[in-house]
Every structure is written in structure tokens, then in C-alpha cells.
């Protein structure tokens, strides 16, 4: 609040103003967040178990006067190593009344007319992209990465690699936000323009080897980095080499990048709260450079820092959307998909609502209807 910050009742609105009990967190340290009797929460709901890496247990709060009392008694989690190859199936053993089916499962929900009328599905505020170390060679050519760019095929990816289970994403920020230029065409696929882009840089796709890091779950990024792998391999000539990693090893991995080089990873952003601040300003500026591109454009943290103050809407807009063009055809992060919501209940479950931008599930109003 240094400046003005006409977003501030969105920020306000999310996770990040959650009263906590500090006497607690005093008192335990990191162990204020295990169930018993320390437990404190201010919502309808209070944890009543938590088994690590297995399931949660929730109980209705008896304290609870902020509004109508849940109908629910008691809801459970269940934590699966990979929730879009394992969900699916609890789901129909009738172990889940809940579940986000994804990759082989889905295909099977859609084919079954049966089962796919009971499917909720929408957009999600995200965008899947493929950050790029822009001081380590190749990629810190910018002709290079544009080639990158320019050489594999959206849809091909979204709805066939991916069977439509994803939206093509030619830019970055998700076009349910202000100042996002969703629709334009700043760069443009072209395999032809790709080659002559190497040819223009002077780089001899001979020599050049590029690295692809990914995370082992969910099972889509394999399938992602494979098909950029032959794509880039036959198109452009280089040799592209894949580095899986552990999905719970990543945030350290993505850290360290800080002062280690790398090629390129599978990244994503999904909106917090509806501004573009949160994409920009948040993400992708020098001063933030949350996926550690190295990228540093002044003109283009000169329009976010800019922008995140200023109380004029149009122009702020504006501003932003000068902005994102500047960063797509920059690609210090390439563009590849976006995520699309699908989402299977039980038909006793009555009056389930999703918060509109992180898609959560309002468990306050959840019934479970007679069978």
C-alpha cells in the first residue's frame, strides 16, 4: 500500500488475509496446524485428522456463527500420489462423492455418454508455459526462443496429444482477466519462419543441445515434454534431452535456478485474485522473476511497475496489454496450453459451487441428498 492499489479488497479477499490464531502458532511453532484439542479455526469447519500424504478430516465447527450452520457433519480428503490416475477410480467404487478426472480416465468419461452428462466442465484462469533460461545458450538468443515458439503446434497438442482436454494458449495471461490480449496473434506458428529464425541468429542447430525439465506427476507432463522433444528434434534439427524430476522436489529445483542454468521447464501460473498485476508484476518482472528466466526488459518493467498503481482503468489496461505483448514475443516463457475444468459429483450432491477464479469447491453449502 506505498501507492495507490485499486486491487487491494481482491487481495483481501483471498488466502493471504486468513486470520490465523497467532497464541497458537506462539505456542507450537509449525505444529499449530496438527489436529486436537490446540486446533483454532473461524470457519464453518474445523481438521479433525490429518494422516500425511493419505487424508484429511474435516468436522463440522460447533463454534461456528458467521452464517448458517454446514449441513455437512463431516467431509473427508483423500490425498493420492497422482490425483488424475487415481481419483477417477475411487470415485466409482463409490469411496468418493468428489473427483477432478484427468489424461486416460477422462478419455473414458467422454466416450461413455452415460457418465459424461454427469460431468461439470469450464475454463480455468491458468496458462501452461515453458519458462526459458535467458542468459544460458541457446536459449538466451531471443531468436531462439522464438523458433521454440513458432515450431510445435497448439491445437495439435491441446486436443489431440492432450485428447481436448486443454484450450491452445497463444498468449500468457488467461483472458478472464483485465488487459489480457487472449485472441492476438503476436507471434505466429510457422515451422518455415522457425528454421530461417536459427538461420538469422547464426545458429547451427547441429551444435546445439536443449534440455527439457519436467515434473514425473501428473502423468500429462511426460506426455508434453515427449512431444516437444520429437517436435523441436525433427523441425529445427537439435537435440533435445528430458530430465524428469520429482513433483515434490520441484519448487526446491525451480528455486536453485536462481545460479544454476537450465534449457527449459514446464511451468503454469493460475490467478490468485482477478488483476494482472498478479501475472506481471508478481511473476514475470526483473525485480519478482518467479520462474527464473533471468529475463530483464526495461521497457516492460517499466510499463508494470507503472501500471500496478495507477488508478486510471482504461489506460492501466492498456498499459498491461503493451506489456504482454512485449513479453509473448520476447518468450522469455512460451505459451502452450490452458486449463480446462472437469469435475465428476455424485448425484446426491446438492448445491455445490465453485469460487469463479481458483475453481474451489464452497463446501459450506455441500448437501448430500437421500439415495
Known amino acids: 500500500l506505498t501507492g495507490p492499489t485499486v486491487f487491494f479488497p481482491r487481495i483481501a479477499a483471498t488466502w493471504t488475509y486468513f486470520p490465523v490464531p497467532r497464541h497458537i502458532i506462539d505456542e507450537l511453532g509449525d505444529g499449530w496446524t496438527d489436529p486436537g484439542e490446540q486446533a483454532v479455526s ?3 469447519f474445523v481438521m479433525e485428522q490429518w494422516n500425511h500424504d493419505q487424508s484429511i478430516v474435516l468436522v463440522a465447527n460447533s463454534n461456528y456463527t458467521a452464517g448458517p450452520a454446514p449441513t455437512l457433519t463431516r467431509a473427508e ?25 484427468e489424461g486416460p480416465d477422462l478419455d473414458r468419461i467422454l466416450e461413455d455418454p452415460s457418465i459424461a452428462g454427469n460431468l461439470i466442465q469450464f475454463p480455468m484462469s491458468n496458462c501452461y508455459f515453458l519458462p526459458c ?10 531468436e531462439f526462443r522464438q523458433a521454440l515458439w513458432k515450431s510445435f503446434n497448439r491445437d495439435e497438442l491441446a486436443n489431440t496429444v492432450l485428447r481436448g482436454q486443454y484450450i491452445p494458449a497463444y498468449t500468457i495471461v ?15 506458428e510457422s515451422q518455415e519462419e522457425a528454421v530461417a529464425l536459427l538461420e538469422q541468429a547464426g545458429i547451427d542447430p547441429a551444435s546445439v543441445e536443449l534440455e527439457i525439465t519436467y515434473q514425473n506427476a501428473p502423468a500429462r507432463n511426460k506426455t508434453v515434454a515427449e512431444y516437444l522433444q520429437a ?6 534439427g537439435i537435440t533435445v534431452t528430458l530430465n524428469p524430476i520429482e513433483d ?26 482477478v488483476d494482472p498485476s498478479n501475472w506481471h508484476n508478481q511473476n514475470f518482472t526483473s525485480q519478482a522473476d518467479h520462474y527464473r528466466t533471468h529475463w530483464v526488459n526495461e521497457e516492460y518493467d517499466q510499463l508494470c511497475a507503472t501500471a500496478v498503481t495507477n488508478t486510471n482503468e482504461e489506460e492501466r489496461i492498456q498499459q498491461y496489454q503493451e506489456a504482454e505483448r512485449i513479453l509473448v514475443e520476447e518468450a522469455p516463457l512460451i505459451p502452450m496450453f490452458r486449463g480446462k475444468a472437469v469435475r465428476s459429483v455424485k448425484e446426491n450432491v446438492r448445491d455445490l459451487y465453485f469460487q469463479s477464479t481458483l475453481s474451489l469447491v464452497y463446501l459450506h453449502t455441500v448437501k448430500i441428498a437421500a439415495e
Open 42 to 44: 473461524n470457519g464453518p
Open 174 to 188: 488467461s483472458p478472464d482477466i483485465p488487459g489480457s490480449i487472449d485472441g492476438e496473434m503476436v507471434l505466429t
Open 231 to 236: 517436435t523441436w528434434q525433427d523441425v529445427l
Open 248 to 273: 515434490t522436489s520441484y519448487i526446491d529445483w525451480r528455486a536453485s535456478r536462481e545460479t544454476q542454468a537450465f534449457g527449459t521447464y514446464t511451468g503454469s501460473w493460475g490467478s490468485d485474485f
Open 133 to 142: 533460461d535467458t542468459t544460458n545458450p541457446a536459449t538466451d538468443s531471443v
Open 77 to 101: 480428503f483423500t490425498i493420492f500420489e497422482d490425483v488424475t490416475t487415481q481419483a477417477f477410480i475411487a470415485f466409482e467404487n463409490d469411496e468418493l462423492d468428489y473427483a477432478e478426472p
